[in-house]
C-alpha cells in the first residue's frame, strides 16, 4: 500500500513539473492554466507533507518513544528482562528543500502570470 501511496505522489509530482515547464515555454491560451494547475499541486503536496511531519512529531502516538522532527534520538525500551536500544535520525533532505523552492516559486508564477 505504501508502495503505490509512493508511487503515486511521485507521478503526481512529474505531471506537475511537466505542466509548469509546458505552459512557460508556449504563448498559447492554455499555458497560464498549465502553469497554475501544476504550481497549485506542488504546493499543497508540499504543505500537506509538512503538516503530517509536524503533527507525527509531536502528536502523542501510544509509542514508547518519542520521534525527534529534526535530529537524532536514542531511545531505550524495557521489557521484563529484555532491553533493546535503537537511534531514530530525522533529517529535512535536499530534496524536501529543493520541494520547498519549487513551491513557492510555482506560487509566484501562478500570481505574477497573466490571465
Known amino acids: 500500500m505504501l508502495y503505490w501511496l509512493g508511487f503515486s505522489l511521485k507521478l503526481i509530482v512529474l505531471l506537475s513539473g511537466i505542466f509548469l515547464i509546458l505552459g512557460s515555454i508556449t504563448e498559447r491560451w492554455w499555458s497560464v492554466h498549465f502553469v497554475r494547475f ?11 507533507t509538512l503538516i503530517s511531519i509536524l503533527i507525527l512529531s509531536y502528536m502523542p502516538l501510544n509509542l514508547p518513544f518519542q520521534i525527534p522532527l529534526n535530529g537524532v534520538s536514542t531511545e531505550v525500551i524495557s521489557v521484563e528482562n529484555v532491553r533493546i536500544t535503537f537511534q531514530i535520525q530525522t533529517t529535512f533532505t535536499e530534496a524536501f528543500w529543493i520541494a520547498a523552492f519549487a513551491s513557492m516559486l510555482g506560487i509566484y508564477l501562478r500570481f505574477t502570470t497573466s490571465g
Open 38 to 48: 501544476g504550481s497549485i499541486k506542488l504546493f499543497w503536496i508540499w504543505v500537506w
